[in-house]
């Protein structure tokens, strides 16, 4: 695979997201749709498709700048604690320790 044509395209997608405007964003983006439909690898090819779906729902971080990251983190912290718990077959004490996975840190005492 060509890194560098990853690279390029990571770095590219992050200044999309630096971008003041919806409109600026845009055309960030379009020029990198361009520049990975354009690409002899057959992965950056695929990627630009990818970002050509997304486009809207990318841009649509410019209409209140938010994004679904801290439900993310929660969907990653749930599985993460169902892997762990594996074997438990008590659905009460899984409640439990999901529900204590989100306490924050000072919640715990230390000796």
Request: with cysteine.
């Amino acid at each position: 695979p060509n890194l560098k044509g990853f690279y390029w395209a990571k770095e590219r997608l992050r200044d999309v997201y630096r971008a003041k405007e919806k409109n600026e964003a845009a055309k960030l983006l379009d020029l990198i749709i361009m520049n990975l439909k354009a690409s002899d690898d057959a992965e950056l090819y695929r990627w630009g498709n990818t970002l050509k779906r997304w486009r809207q729902p990318i841009l649509n971080y410019f209409d209140n700048k938010t994004t679904n990251a801290y439900t993310e983190g929660c969907n990653t912290k749930v599985k993460m604690l169902k892997r762990i718990s594996f074997g438990l077959r008590n659905v009460e004490v899984y409640t439990k320790k999901i529900m204590l996975g989100f306490l924050p840190p000072e919640c715990f005492h230390t000796i």
